[in-house]
């Protein structure tokens, strides 16, 4: 068994390789990249500057991003963008429409507030936080497209954009049109733990397995092993980045609603579905809203899997 950040990938003891998987450290996190028999220098290369392409443009790390650009702009002009720019960000404000904000792409201020998982994490005065929470309206995100010229607008100067917690998602499934297109027959994707299996895994037609990690006990068995011919499988969870102080543990998935580390009662959630992006976001999504959130139906996304796991150590699946 081998553990793969908040997975673990089991292969059959037969699987072939021609070249080893690649890995490269992109989204602030480590890629690897298995293309199997398929996977040529070339093709990692042309995957690994598609993955590079989309940090440069999304990332809120990067002075250079056209979403750090937006956001430096906030309050004073629009900004053009890319389409694929436009269309996350189109994206985005539909799920944060569909989930009553459990997914929010302009927490920034919140998020950068906190700094959890940086040298600069503290717990805000409420004060703080309360003015940070003022400004994570979503409608403060104005897209306009003007025959195919395309702008992106923040009209609260406080306001700032955060797609941390979908780009990975689009990115894994931008990574699939690729080998689609160029007829690779399997691979597995893990962006820092953002899964994505793709192809026939062997002749005999075996499915794919991907565990599940126990948030409560990442050395521990998974606590689901799910089994699927292709698609992504996405997890968001309070053990991923934290910090305690005084003996609370303060977890980096923040809830617009409080402007505070998210309190649903959950450890992790993990989603299972053909689109990446949708995994990525529902993740948070549900993780904000908990077990009973119906997100899935709102959005109209058949055969969605998700696997819920609580403080308490049990699980829910649905």
Avoid at 27 to 50: K, P, Q
Avoid at 156 to 163: A, M, P, R, V, W
Avoid at 215 to 236: A, F, H, M, R
């Amino acid at each position: 068994m081998l553990i793969l950040f908040a997975f673990c990938i089991l292969f059959s003891s037969c699987t072939q390789m021609v070249s080893a998987p690649q890995t490269e450290y992109v989204f602030g996190t480590v890629c690897t990249l298995n293309f199997f028999d398929d996977g040529t220098e070339s093709l990692y290369e042309e995957c690994f500057l598609e993955l590079r392409g989309i940090d440069d443009k999304f990332s809120v790390n990067k002075e250079y991003s056209e979403i750090s650009l937006v956001n430096k702009n906030a309050g004073l002009k629009k900004v053009s963008v890319s389409r694929e720019v436009f269309e996350v960000l189109e994206l985005s404000k539909m799920i944060a429409e569909k989930t009553d904000m459990a997914f929010n792409p302009v927490l920034g201020s919140l998020i950068k507030l906190w700094a959890i998982g940086t040298e600069r994490q503290r717990v805000p005065e409420i004060e703080e936080i309360e003015s940070a929470r003022q400004h994570c309206n979503p409608d403060s995100l104005v897209l306009q497209n003007d025959d195919g010229i395309f702008y992106a607008e923040l009209t609260d100067s406080k306001t700032q954009i955060d797609l941390g917690a979908i780009v990975k998602g689009y990115a894994a499934d931008r990574i699939v049109k690729i080998l689609e297109k160029r007829n690779v027959k399997k691979a597995v994707i893990d962006l820092g733990g953002n899964i994505y299996v793709f192809g026939q895994k062997d002749r005999q037609n075996n499915k794919w397995k991907v565990g599940i990690k126990n948030p409560l006990n990442q050395d521990s068995e998974p606590v689901k092993i799910v089994s699927l011919d292709y698609g992504s499988v996405v997890t968001s969870g309070n053990y991923e980045r934290f910090f305690v102080e005084n003996g609370i543990r303060y977890h980096h998935i923040i809830d617009g609603k409080t402007g505070s580390p998210a309190e649903s009662n959950l450890a992790s959630v993990s989603v299972i579905y053909k689109e990446s992006v949708f995994c990525d976001a529902l993740a948070t999504a549900f993780f904000v809203a908990g077990v009973d959130a119906d997100f899935e139906r709102k959005l109209g996304l058949q055969d969605v899997q998700l696997v819920f796991v609580k403080k308490d150590g049990s699980v829910v699946e649905r």
